[in-house]
């Protein structure tokens, strides 16, 4: 059963996430700072953009984009990885 964090994005303690949902630098920060709540809210925006902005993750260039639109989504300092 997943603990309690103080989420980062809206600032409540909510479950976590039961394991890091990226590989890389990225995932632990999510696990650490993140909720499972706000982070099927990232998924979610993330399908939106992938439709709207034809945004492909296979692309690295795209991924670049989708990792800096995450980050700011999330709340997170993208200077601090
Ligand atoms: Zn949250």
Redesign the pocket.
Known sequence: MPGLLA??????H?PALDQAPLPGKWGPLILAD??A??WHDWIEEQTRLINHERLLPSEPEHRKVLYARMASFLHLDPESV
């Open positions: 989420c980062r994005r809206c600032g409540q909510k993140i909720c709540d706000c």
